[in-house]
């Protein structure tokens, strides 16, 4: 029972992901768990659109639909668990969205400085080193398999970007350093497992 529950709610996972998510599998575009996926690409374009060209990046719907899409980050997992609808197209688009969602949020608040841009600089540039990393491990075939220091590094990320969006706090800085320092670890681990993935073929 405990266990049952542990997994249902992500906190107990196997070494792999399962097969349907696996490299070869078919998209499987049309799946609940998806279709939290595109509700979030939703939000986070609605957040650009509108907190960019406000006067200060601090308009509560935007700041909301930011919000909303980063708490939405662990419902297609829990849905994907409930439902044993998981698919490759989610595998992918899961981290992707992710990262579209900490780019749009750097792009916001560097623009109008709730920041300082020497971090968020780093952080995006993280992303999109991360964008080329996953980019080789698919042409090369290889699963990338998110280890708990991303997982655990997502959300004060999102919280140091999110923060500022609704006042000038110290908080925001502190989360964005600690959530950068995470993904910047993570980062280390999945360029090394998959040195040793293709070291191993």
Same mark, same amino acid.
């Given at each position: /029972?405990?266990?049952?529950?542990?997994? !249902?709610?992500?906190?107990?996972?196997?070494? *792999?992901?399962?097969?349907?998510?696996?490299?070869?599998?078919?998209?499987?575009?049309?799946?609940?768990?998806?279709?939290?996926? &595109?509700?979030?690409?939703?939000?986070?374009?609605?957040?650009?659109?509108?907190?960019?060209?406000?006067?200060?990046?601090?308009?509560?719907?935007?700041?909301? @639909?930011?919000?909303?899409?980063? #708490? =939405?980050? &662990? !419902?297609?997992? @829990? !849905?994907?668990?409930?439902?044993?609808?998981?698919?490759? =197209? #989610?595998?992918? /688009?899961?981290? @992707?969205?992710? *990262?579209?969602?900490?780019?749009?949020?750097?792009?916001?608040?560097?623009?109008?400085?709730? =920041?300082?841009?020497?971090?968020?600089?780093?952080?995006?540039?993280?992303? =999109? @080193? $991360?964008?080329?990393?996953?980019?080789?491990?698919?042409?090369?075939?290889?699963?990338?398999?998110?280890?708990?220091?991303?997982?655990?590094?997502?959300?004060?990320? $999102?919280?140091?970007? #999110?923060?500022p969006l609704i006042a000038e706090?110290?908080?925001?800085?502190?989360? !964005?350093?600690?959530?950068?320092?995470g993904a910047i670890a993570a980062?280390?681990? &999945?360029?090394?497992?998959?040195?040793?993935?293709?070291?191993?073929?």
């Amino acid at each position: /029972m405990a266990g049952g529950l542990g997994r !249902l709610l992500g906190l107990r996972r196997s070494d *792999r992901e399962p097969e349907p998510t696996r490299a070869g599998q078919p998209l499987r575009p049309l799946t609940v768990p998806n279709l939290v996926g &595109y509700v979030r690409l939703g939000l986070i374009a609605a957040f650009t659109a509108i907190a960019l060209p406000s006067n200060d990046g601090r308009v509560a719907v935007a700041t909301v @639909f930011f919000g909303v899409a980063a #708490g =939405l980050d &662990y !419902l297609d997992g @829990f !849905l994907a668990r409930l439902t044993g609808q998981y698919s490759r =197209l #989610g595998a992918l /688009m899961d981290p @992707f969205v992710d *990262r579209v969602l900490v780019v749009c949020g750097v792009v916001v608040c560097w623009h109008f400085e709730l =920041l300082p841009r020497w971090a968020l600089a780093v952080l995006a540039a993280r992303e =999109l @080193f $991360m964008l080329g990393v996953v980019g080789v491990a698919l042409r090369k075939g290889l699963d990338i398999e998110i280890n708990w220091t991303g997982r655990v590094a997502v959300w004060p990320t $999102m919280s140091g970007i #999110g923060l500022p969006l609704i006042a000038e706090n110290w908080p925001a800085e502190v989360c !964005l350093y600690v959530g950068l320092a995470g993904a910047i670890a993570a980062s280390a681990l &999945y360029v090394r497992d998959g040195v040793r993935a293709l070291r191993s073929r």
